[in-house]
Structure formats: C-alpha cells, structure tokens
C-alpha cells in the first residue's frame, strides 16, 4: 500500500512538470477578418540575453495581406533550454496564417456609362 501511494505521488508530480513546460497562445482576429486562407506558417524564434536581442519572424507569404492568426508555443525541450542557460537563450515556436484578400470597393453600374446617360 505505501509503494502504491508513492508511485501515484511520483506520477502526479511527473504529470505537473511536464504540463507546467507547455504552453500556447493563439491570437486570432475577430469577424471576417480572422478567416485564414493559407496553411499555417511557422518557424522557430529565439530570444536571447534576457529578451535584449530577439528574431523577428520573416512572414513573406501574406503578399499583402493582414495575418489572420498567430499562435505561439513552448515546450518540454524549449523549457529545458530556458532553464539549463538561465533565460540566455529562450526558443519558441510561432505560427501564422494569413488573411483572406478583401475586395476593394468600386461604383456599382454598367462601365462606360455615365449617370443620367439613356440609350
């Protein structure tokens, strides 16, 4: 009986620091304008020095287009890196999608005519 409840003590804190590395964020915008039209995009970024010098992703898909979605993560073996250089040297995964394009606004109307014009 005492090995049982040692065995599950070991598997609760086990379960606790492998979920406590994880994390992700998504930030999606609102309405028409959060419809992605792409496949997500990726790549992984590092932070280095404490956040003093940092990777801007290269978003080169969007061909003009807002991004629709972002999503950020972590993990197990992001963490550990974090963890093991003291916060020099923090990876994490970030991901994008693009919007779809929006139509620009034009007259409504036949083309060539002018208002008021009758054949």
């Known amino acids: 009986m005492q090995s049982m409840l040692g065995s599950w003590r070991m598997a609760t804190v086990l379960c606790l620091t492998l979920a406590s590395a994880c994390a992700h964020y998504r930030v999606q915008a609102p309405g028409h304008a959060g419809a992605p039209a792409t496949e997500p995009e990726g790549e992984v970024l590092w932070s280095l020095a404490w956040g003093l010098v940092q990777e801007q992703p290269r978003v080169d898909n969007c061909q003009g287009q807002p991004l629709a979605e972002v999503n950020q993560s972590t993990n197990l073996g992001f963490a550990l890196i974090s963890v093991v250089t003291l916060g020099i040297a923090m990876p994490q995964r970030v991901e994008w999608r693009c919007a779809k394009a929006q139509p620009s606004p034009g007259e ?8 008021g014009e009758v054949n």
């Open 108 to 115: 409504l109307g036949a083309l060539g005519a002018t208002p």
